[in-house]
Structure formats: structure tokens, C-alpha cells
């Protein structure tokens, strides 16, 4: 039962890093697009707290892997087809794919107009701006589903 205090406790340890990492990262990215001083210091924030997202992903990915081995162990019924189950997964695809194009798009072109001396001038602002808009809110909403599915079929185990 130690070992499974164990990696429950690093599991909530990954989703603590991960959403709070995109919470903070949407936090500054949404001030950053008012202030020029801050979007031009951002990248080196944005960047420390992706890999801290990547991390808590990356824990959160392993470390349910071997809770549904654990439950499986005991005997409890998982349901494979479980509609919730499946979805979550699915959800953590999603992040994966989105964090994928974050870091490797959207990323990269708020270092290239963090550069300039006027990013907030530049043709390309107004494009990355609404990207970057639309991108949190999906970063926000994907890692809020996926906790909020992952609580359900928890309990779902536990009753």
C-alpha cells in the first residue's frame, strides 16, 4: 500500500506541475501581451515553465500507467471500453499534440518578435496575439478536462 501512496502522491505531484505550469504560463502570457517589457522577458519565463509542464506531463503520463496496473492487480474492474477512461486518454493525446505545436511554433515566433525593438508594431503581432489567445484557452481547457475526468473515474474506483 506504500507503493501506492507513493506514486498517487507523484501523480498529484505531475498535475500540480502541469496545470499549475499552464496557469502560470497563460497568467503571464495574457499580461505580456499588454506590457512590451514583459513580452520582450516572456520566452525565458514561458520557456522554464514548458519544461515544467512537459515534466509534470511526462510524471502524470507514467505514473497513471502504473495506477491502472495497480487497480488492475487488485482486481478492480477498469473497463477498458470506459467511455470517461477513454476520453481522458484521448484528452492527454490532445495536450501532447497541442504542447507539441506550442513549442515548436508559437514558441519559436514569440522569440523571433521578442527580438525586435518594437514587437508590438510588427506586421506578425496581430496573427501571433489571437494564436496565442486561442492556444491558452485550449491549453486551459484540455488540462482542465483531463483533471476533471481523471477525479471522476477515480472516485469511480473508490466507491
Known sequence: M???TFIKSLHLLGMIAGF???VFTAVVAARSLKDEQLFKMSPKIISI???IIWGGLILLVVTGVFLEEFW???GVELEKGSTALMVK???VLLIAFHGFYVNLYLARKMKALAAKDT???DPGFRKFKILGMIST??????WSGAIILGI?????LML
Do not use: H, M
Not at 471522476?152 to 469511480?156: E, I, Q, T
Open 152 to 156: 471522476w473515474v477515480s472516485a469511480n
Open 2 to 4: 506504500y507503493l501506492y
Open 49 to 51: 515553465f514548458s519544461f
Open 119 to 121: 514587437p508590438f508594431q
Open 20 to 22: 499549475g505550469g499552464v
Open 137 to 142: 484557452s485550449t491549453s486551459l481547457i484540455l
Open 89 to 91: 486518454k484521448a484528452i
Open 72 to 74: 488492475e492487480l487488485r
